[in-house]
């Protein structure tokens, strides 16, 4: 939690702080600016672990400090999704939309939540049904059941309004928790999807990716990448100390959060896609995707020395 809402809380301040104070740094109105930090502040929260997924596998990196990281990095999208819907509805009658209330989007965000990760824990259990029906054992019956599943998951929770990526985690943790064969499972997608997946997900970023509008942002971009990664530090830092967690722990989980992409990306183009923040969404998308490329270049860094320093990758301290 703390490393969620620690980086949230700088850039809401800071960002805001900063318009009020220094109004010539941002080319708009004081309460744009606001509103462009109650809609940027939710997207310091959550951390893509496809990065770190990457490092650990590729050095066989394993211990604490690499399951405390990965166990965060899936639970902090659940807060990211809930601190985005009440940030957009604050932001919406920053902006004037009275028809918008911050319980109901409360409410909203809590059946995001909670329905997708029901929804993928059926799924999950579906999958073990259906293999045991059809008496599924080689690899080739497994991928086409797996493709069968996920595909299902997503197409469920985006018909009944469900967070898509909580849906399919909540699908792969009943699994890997519940499923026998989990081990050969995790097997299965890693051979054949991770190196389509990391393709396909660079190819969309690149697609929104306008290079002409990151000079101008450059200033926002430096900012939200410094107050992200203190917040990831220091929040991860004081939560594990009063987790009672071990030392190694307390030092290291914060250099495997830094990563970011997926789920803020398609956050970011949901909010600009929303007629009411229609001033502030270039700035906004060209933040976010600058961010990225700074997140995903120092990410993998970070991780590689905070897991040699844990001595959680064979041969490196």
């Known amino acids: 939690m703390l490393e969620s809402l620690l ?3 700088l850039v809401l301040i800071f960002i805001s702080l900063s318009g009020y104070l220094f109004p010539g740094i941002f080319s708009m109105q004081s309460h744009w600016i606001l509103i ?4 940027i502040a939710p997207l310091a929260s959550p951390t893509d672990p496809s990065a770190t997924i990457a490092v650990i596998h590729q050095y066989k990196a394993k211990g604490q400090v690499s399951d405390t990281i990965m166990e965060v990095a899936a639970l902090d999208d659940a807060m990211a999704v809930l601190l985005f819907s009440i940030s957009v509805a604050v932001a919406a009658i920053v902006a004037g939309n009275n028809d918008t209330s911050i319980s109901s989007s409360v409410l909203h965000a809590f059946y995001k939540i909670a329905g997708a990760v029901l929804a993928g824990g ?7 049904f259906l293999s045991k029906m059809l008496k599924i054992e080689n ?4 991928i086409v059941l797996l493709a069968a599943v996920i595909i299902f998951t997503f197409g469920i929770a985006s018909f009944l309004n469900l967070d898509e990526i909580l849906a399919a985690m909540a699908l792969g943790a009943f699994i890997t928790n519940f499923n026998k064969q989990s081990k050969l499972l995790f097997k299965i997608v890693e051979r054949y999807t991770e190196a389509l997946i990391m393709l396909l997900f660079f190819i969309l970023s ?3 990716l306008d290079l002409f509008a990151i000079p101008d942002a450059t200033l926002l971009i430096l900012i939200f990448v410094l107050l992200r990664i ?3 530090y220091f929040g991860a830092r004081l939560g594990a100390s009063w987790a009672h967690a071990p030392q190694k722990v307390r030092r290291y989980t914060s250099g495997g959060l830094i990563p970011q992409g997926g789920i803020v990306i398609g956050l970011a183009l949901l909010i600009s896609k929303n007629p009411a923040f229609s001033n ?3 700035p906004l998308l060209a933040v976010i995707m600058g ?3 700074f997140h995903e270049l120092l990410g993998p860094l970070a991780a590689i020395r905070a897991l040699k320093k844990a001595g959680e990758i064979p041969g490196k301290t």
């Open 7 to 9: 980086p949230f809380f």
């Open 36 to 39: 462009l930090a109650l809609l």
């Open 122 to 128: 059926i799924t999950g259990w579906l999958t073990g």
């Open 139 to 142: 690899e080739g019956q497994w």
């Open 206 to 208: 690149g697609l929104h």
């Open 230 to 232: 203190t917040g990831k």
């Open 280 to 282: 502030i969404a270039h």
């Open 291 to 293: 961010s990225a490329i």
